[in-house]
């Protein structure tokens, strides 16, 4: 019975209150779904990023998300030196309540970076994205208060369950998401960046019900830098701040990297640090980097309240980032995740 109260419980938040979208405790590892001026704005010819969070293992398949996404700069040869003109496809499948609840995420982001000096080490951009979405419910999985019975739940018993089916059990809209870049560089080897993004600009409806519910815009403000301390050791620090509807997070971090042949052509390099969510979580990281394959794994240890409903148990992310280098590439620094 305690299953099928949590899926209640999810159900009901999801139906009922102004949406939230899908997070990553690694944020700095989902570029485009953190801001669209992203786009293109790496030290290479494209990049694939993909990221995988199971949120709350403790209750079954509570949240379960995916996502991956390419881009690329293009026409390097048409625009000015230190310019960059970036384009990306990217994808999100987000699963609730033991997949009662999936939403799908297509986007395509545009973006183009404009270089402050000769040199291209400082350089502020703008970018846009649209994106298609979907949501599908699957009624078969829904369990409501007014079904339970002294032997259990009666299912399909519900007096909301025909407004819902009449409704139907899918949804679709469109979005416009954008956002804008800073990323300066004092040497030509380190970098640091601060950006603003807005999703859901236009407020897209979204209710499986008769009545307008608009998904709220989401505010990210976020900063990140890596340094050199040394010649096998840097430090990479970032942190976000996003809002949307009541709701908000704070998560600021770092990871110390240690490159033992950093002189090698093939330098590995293994990172190590902790991100916190401010009043929630904990987060433990551990990333590998081989060439241009930087691979990252974390876990959210809750601190909140949460934590007796969730055995401290918040959750698992995994993600990989390649960025395609030419043999001896030189590229101008970039932000890096």
Not at 189 to 211: A, C, T, W
Request: overall charge neutral; proline content about 5%.
């Amino acid at each position: 019975m305690r299953r099928y109260l949590l899926i209640s419980i999810c159900i009901l938040i999801t139906g009922t209150l102004t949406a939230q979208d899908p997070h990553f405790s690694q944020f700095f590892s989902s570029p485009l779904t953190l801001n669209p001026a992203f786009t293109g704005k790496f030290d290479g010819i494209w990049r694939i990023a993909a990221n995988h969070r199971d949120q709350w293992p403790s209750i079954p398949k509570a949240y379960v998300t995916t996502s991956a996404s390419v881009d690329f700069p293009i026409l390097k040869g048409k625009i000015p030196d230190g310019d960059i003109f970036g384009v990306g496809l990217s994808g999100v499948s987000d699963q609730s309540a033991n997949s009662t609840l999936k939403l799908n995420y297509g986007s395509l982001s545009l973006s183009y970076h404009k270089a402050l000096d000769e040199d291209g080490y400082n350089t502020i951009g703008a970018g846009f994205q649209g994106t298609y979405s979907s949501m599908t419910l699957d009624v078969s999985k829904l369990y409501f208060e007014d079904e339970l019975r002294a032997n259990g739940f009666q299912q399909g018993t519900s007096q909301d369950l025909p407004a819902i089916i009449a409704g139907g059990k899918n949804r679709n809209y469109v979005d416009v998401n954008a956002g804008v870049l800073y990323s300066g560089s004092s040497n030509g080897e380190n970098n640091y960046y601060l950006g603003v993004s807005m999703y859901h600009i236009n407020r897209p409806k979204m209710s499986f019900l008769d009545k307008s519910w608009y998904l709220t815009g989401r505010v990210t403000v976020h900063a990140g830098g890596h340094f050199k301390l040394s010649d096998v050791v840097s430090i990479s620090a970032s942190a976000i701040q996003q809002m949307q509807n009541k709701a908000s997070e704070t998560l600021i971090g770092a990871a110390l990297g240690a490159s033992p042949n950093a002189s090698s052509e093939n330098p590995v390099t293994v990172y190590l640090g902790s991100w916190v969510r401010v009043k929630d979580a904990i987060i433990p990281y551990l990333g590998i980097e081989v060439g241009g394959l930087r691979i990252g794994a974390s876990y959210d240890v809750n601190t909140s309240n949460l934590k007796a409903a969730t055995s401290s148990r918040g959750g698992s992310e995994f993600s990989l980032i390649y960025i395609k280098r030419p043999p001896e590439y030189k590229g101008i620094p970039c932000p890096r995740f």
